[in-house]
């Protein structure tokens, strides 16, 4: 399985992601990204976009449930601490892997991890696109 990790820190990807606030982002093999955001409240910081692995493994071990309502929300105070776009949760929301998916929305998580970028007005990281080996 390959993975591609892109980390926002510092005000720029390919910051710190020990610096707060920061995101980190990994995408396996076009199905699954993983979203990791600090500051998030207790018990928030975490949710995927594309499949969720408990479901696309057919392993409910593969990763914890997930309140995508819960997520959104705080994922749109999160966009406000970086100085993005004032976001609706629920636009948020639409993006957020959810659970027992036949199918996500997108072909492939790439396209998926870009519209949640630019919906909280972060530039693109260089080497993110959609169905492209990303090396």
């Known amino acids: 399985m390959s993975t591609t990790t892109f980390v ?5 990807w390919g910051g710190d992601v020990a610096v707060t606030p920061s995101l980190a982002i990994e995408v396996q093999d ?3 990204a993983t979203v990791d955001y600090r500051p998030a409240p207790e018990g928030r910081g975490r949710f995927y976009l594309g499949f969720q692995p408990r479901d696309f493994f057919d392993d409910p071990t593969e990763s914890d449930p997930v309140d995508l309502d819960a997520e959104a929300e705080a994922f749109a105070e999160w966009a406000l601490l ?3 776009v004032d976001v609706e949760a629920k636009h948020v929301r639409r993006l957020l892997a959810e659970e027992h998916v036949d199918e996500p929305e997108d072909t492939f998580v790439e396209e998926t991890v870009q519209r949640l970028v630019r919906l909280v007005g972060l530039p693109v990281p260089d080497g993110l696109d959609g169905g492209d080996d990303l090396v």
Do not use: E, P, R, S
């Open 8 to 12: 926002y820190g510092d005000g720029t």
């Open 30 to 32: 076009g199905d699954i």
């Open 82 to 84: 970086v100085g993005a």
